[in-house]
């Protein structure tokens, strides 16, 4: 679609250019930029943000898929020396190994982004790794504008009713903020949902899991039937009345669901599980793929 003057807009690539001055002053006021950051931008797009931030810091770094628009973004920022745009996608691309000889973008320490809504778990699990494989070398911050129902998601607290996979997933890894709430007609053209502005802290836990790719796996089964008790989500695992005595043991109620414990209790819960049910065999091997609904991010867009 495109009217006079303006960009044309693929929904394929999720392209919903951001207008509101103070969703961009929020966002970067909530990435603290200083003259020592060298940031990763996702999805420069028109580069409204890229303006923004482009001005704070010793480098920026932003990767754009959409051909086109790398053109116009090169016309208007490519004499700036702190400047570098990688065009691929963002998922693929692996940003430190292009770098090469461009010392000064290598190992960014932030990354403020208004990101491609139909990929944001993929981006997000790229960003932070998972609880298994996390990030080698973690960012020291990282902003994001993503879709309100997911920044709910992320942000959640145990007992709410959108605490859930996502939710453990994330904060294992990174201590998780909600930053502003971003209408939708914020932008054009105007998305179906409104948006957040979250900043993401990557740190570790103080608990940690003795085996993280348990802890993955216990999650993903833990919340395979929505609003499911625990010891029914977990039965192929292990005896109600065990559980119950772990739950009890840990100070959980016994009758807890996934979403009513918190990521250091699902943590605890993992490591004394892999303990008592280590004589069962493994838990994949206990895991009954089938049941599994994948309750990830959907394509609200
Ligand atoms: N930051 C801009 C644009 C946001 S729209 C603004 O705030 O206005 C999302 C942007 O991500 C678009 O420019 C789109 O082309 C780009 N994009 C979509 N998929 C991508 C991918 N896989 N890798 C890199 N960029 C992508």
Request: glycine share 6%; net charge negative; hydrophobic share 40%.
């Amino acid at each position: 679609m495109k009217g006079k003057g303006e960009v044309r807009t693929r929904r394929s690539l999720a392209q919903h250019w951001l207008k509101s001055e103070s969703a961009l002053d929020n966002i970067v006021r909530a990435a603290e930029c200083s003259k020592e950051d060298r940031v990763l931008e996702i999805g420069p797009g028109t580069g409204i943000l890229t303006r923004r931030i482009l001005p704070l810091v010793q480098a920026l770094i932003s990767v754009e898929i959409d051909r086109d628009l790398c053109k116009m973004l090169v016309k208007e920022f490519g004499k700036r020396e702190n400047f570098l745009l990688l065009q691929g996608d963002f998922l693929e691309l692996d940003v430190e190994s292009q770098l090469g000889s461009f010392e000064k973008f290598q190992n960014q320490n932030k990354v403020v982004a208004n990101i491609p809504y139909n990929i944001t778990g993929p981006i997000i699990e790229k960003l932070l790794g998972t609880i298994a494989n996390p990030n080698v070398r973690p960012y020291e911050s990282i902003v994001l504008l993503i879709q309100k129902e997911v920044a709910e998601r992320i942000v959640a607290k145990p007992g709410g009713r959108t605490f859930g996979a996502l939710t453990v997933r994330v904060q294992y890894l990174a201590e998780c903020q909600y930053i502003c709430t971003v209408p939708a007609s914020a932008f054009h053209p105007a998305p179906k949902v409104d948006s957040a502005v979250v900043r993401l802290i990557p740190r570790q836990l103080e608990k940690q899991a003795h085996d993280p790719k348990y802890l993955e796996t216990l999650v993903k089964l833990g919340f395979s039937a929505k609003r499911k008790m625990l010891r029914n989500n977990l039965q192929s695992i292990i005896e109600r009345d065990d559980l119950t005595a772990i739950l009890e043991q840990l100070n959980i109620n016994p009758q807890a669901r996934g979403e009513d414990i918190s990521v250091e209790q699902w943590v605890e819960l993992s490591n004394e599980l892999k303990e008592k049910t280590k004589q069962h065999g493994t838990l994949e091997e206990n895991l009954d793929v089938d049941t599994i609904n994948e309750n990830d991010i959907e394509n609200d867009i």
